[in-house]
């Protein structure tokens, strides 16, 4: 899908550093902290803290514990010693083909700084859907149904 509007895995794994700010809801990532095997257990143990298994979903946790209010590839640092938040974010970085370029951003701010940009002026061309084509979603995770 991402590939067809012209984003590779890599712009992906840039736009992904979107993570370094910002909060996650229990509910996204509850199942990553109590069933996922490729996650630190310290780092599970201080999530379960304050995430139940059950109940709490509206409980929040940082996506990046490091430097939560501050962009930069602290996202990156914590994908490579397996304390990515969301199961989505650790799989950038699990033995698979993006493991190298976020092995480079963890070490490397200006390549993550100059990667990002540049996926967020090839995301920004993207033409949305208009008309009878698209729709403004009333929730981002459901087509509307009226």
Known sequence: MFRAKG?????????AGGHTIGQAQCFTFRTRIYND????????????????PTGGDAKLAPLDIQTPNRFGNNYYQNLVVQRGL?????????????????????????????????????????????????QIRKNCRLVNVD
């Open 37 to 52: 095997t490729n996650i630190n257990g310290n780092f599970a143990a201080a999530r379960r803290a304050n995430c139940p």
């Open 7 to 15: 984003l590779s895995p890599g712009d992906m794994t840039a736009l």
């Open 86 to 134: 969301l199961h989505s974010d650790q799989v950038l970085f699990n033995n698979g083909s993006q493991d190298a370029l976020v092995r480079t951003y963890s070490a490397n701010n200006v390549a993550f700084y100059k990667d990002f940009a540049a996926a967020m002026v090839k995301l920004g061309n993207i033409s949305p859907l208009t008309g009878t084509s698209g």
